[in-house]
């Protein structure tokens, strides 16, 4: 059994937290800190098996194994170099700071020996066990790394990734929610507007979309080929296929991606 400790309770810290603490085969002790004590204390309070740190220092005297940042990225070395003034010698540091890389974290944690740093991209599914949490690390202690794939396998599935790629992992999963969000708000807002009741519309639409995905990602058959299958001549489908492609939708999604992507990836 090990002792994690989450710094940054915030939306993704939590939704990770309560991935982590749902899965009753993970025995860790989790603890949680936030430099906002009334965050802190609101999730600590609705997690009850989540242990509050009170400061930073307690790390030493608490045995803490492992750290999970998530914190902004503009405040990571600013949060190093306070984590340097304890003994950190042997442990493991996982950050999910977006575009914050492993070549800077060992140079915000300079001078530490024996030091396992991970790099991870999760995203909000992690409450629900649906993240997609991607994985990159400096290779030092194996041991350590399956033990954070372990962990983090309780939010959903984990993928080892070329840290290269992380701009691109970003954009396609951990920014992925928000553009998914988009178009089912976009279809429930138009089922609403022709009047069906909007529990109904998510309802539906929910179904839809994780049907359809399951459907395109295991049928074995190429995707355009099954566009073209459910674009019968003369239907409803072609019709309103037409217009996204008129209006260029799929090189929209590849612009937006490209956009997230770049700013990921500096």
């Known amino acids: ?21 749902a899965n009753p085969q993970i025995t860790d002790e989790i603890y949680g800190y936030d430099a906002f004590k009334e965050l802190q204390d609101k999730v600590t309070g609705e997690l009850k098996t989540l242990k509050p740190l009170n400061n930073i220092i307690d790390i030493a005297s608490e045995n803490i194994d492992t750290i999970v940042i998530g ?59 649906q993240s997609v949490t991607a994985i990159a690390h400096n290779g030092n202690d194996q041991d350590s790394v399956e033990h954070v794939i372990t962990l983090f396998e309780s939010c959903g599935i984990v993928e080892l990734v070329d840290e290269a790629k992380f701009g691109t992992l970003t954009a396609i999963s951990g920014c992925l929610p928000a553009y ?33 995905v399951r459907n395109g990602a295991t049928s074995g058959k190429d995707l355009q080929t099954m566009i073209d299958q459910i674009c019968v001549p003369n239907g409803s489908t072609i019709e309103g296929q037409k217009v996204l492609e008129q209006k260029g939708f799929g090189d929209i999604l590849k612009e937006c991606l490209k956009a997230a992507d770049k700013k990921a990836s500096h």
């Open 180 to 212: 998914v969000f988009t178009f089912f708000k976009a279809i429930t807002d138009y089922a609403v507007e022709q009047g069906f009741d909007k529990e109904q519309a998510f309802r539906i639409v929910e179904t839809a979309i994780i049907g359809s």
């Open 1 to 21: 059994m090990k002792k994690v400790l989450f710094i940054g309770l915030g939306h993704m810290g939590s939704s990770l937290v309560r991935g982590i603490l």
């Open 71 to 129: 914190t902004r990225p503009d405040a990571v070395e600013g949060l190093c170099n306070e984590l340097k003034t304890i003994d950190l010698t042997g442990k493991t540091i996982v950050s999910m700071a977006n575009a914050v890389s492993i070549e800077k974290l060992s140079n915000y944690l300079s001078g530490v020996d024996n030091l396992t740093i991970i790099r991870m991209m999760p995203n909000m599914n992690a409450s629900l066990q």
